[in-house]
């Protein structure tokens, strides 16, 4: 047990440094607009195919690039104006939507950089290290589109909004998937992948049966 302390000590200081360096560097307004870019170019995509009834566009947003604007139109009324212009001889619709701002950091970021501390701080080679940290990137990925995915449908079945219509028990049902799905869970989940990819009993033989030898 004596053993244990001084490399669980020595493993949190480098958790702390690392990540506060990683953290610093994401803070650079171009490093953050990188990031920002790099997460919201796909996700448009994704987002676009998944609510096929809204025109959507993701914009970077902030100092650091820390916020994403997600812009958004109903595709039936955006047709209905565009015919509306052409038959009044108006050479531009005048196109009307909405936004909804979400916190990138809180969403992906920091949580991203996390995962790869924890990941690059393990005691594997360096292959395994590759491998744990894409496959737990993409799943993490996956993880925050759905979250979006819930938070622009359960936006979209406003009465306001109405681009979606939902039936109330399945909507209930994402709202409830929505509300479990907290920056305490995303917390929780990079530690179940970093368990599952990375934590094997065997990895951290080495580490602390060295300590103890």
């Known amino acids: 047990m004596k053993t244990l302390i001084p490399a669980a000590l020595k493993y949190f200081t480098l958790f702390i440094v690392l990540y506060g360096l990683l953290t610093a560097v994401s ?4 490093v953050g607009e990188t990031c ?3 997460y919201r170019q796909p996700t448009t995509t994704i987002l676009s195919k998944m609510l096929p ?3 959507i566009q993701m914009k970077g947003e902030g100092d650091y690039f820390e916020t994403l604007r997600i812009e958004f139109a109903s595709k039936a009324v955006v047709q209905q104006q565009m015919a509306i212009a052409k038959k009044t001889g108006q050479p531009m619709a005048n196109i009307t939507g909405t936004n909804n701002l979400v916190n990138f950091q809180n969403l992906f970021l920091s949580y991203f950089l996390f995962y790869a501390v924890l990941v690059l701080l393990s005691p594997i080679n360096w292959k395994q290290k590759t491998v744990s940290l894409l496959v737990g990137t993409v799943l993490f990925y996956i993880y925050t ?5 819930l938070i622009l449908l359960i936006f979209f079945n406003q009465p306001d909004i109405a681009i979606e219509q939902t039936d109330a028990t399945t909507l209930q049902i994402y709202k409830n998937i929505r509300f479990c799905m907290t920056m305490g869970t995303n917390g929780l989940l ?3 992948l970093w368990a599952l990819l990375v934590l094997k009993k065997n990895n951290w033989m080495g580490l602390l ?5």
Do not use: C, D, H, T
């Open 209 to 213: 049966g060295e300590q103890g030898a």
């Open 145 to 149: 589109v759905f979250k979006l995915y």
């Open 27 to 30: 803070l650079v307004p171009k």
């Open 53 to 55: 009834k809204a025109y």
């Open 36 to 38: 920002n870019r790099i």
């Open 190 to 192: 990079v530690l179940l």
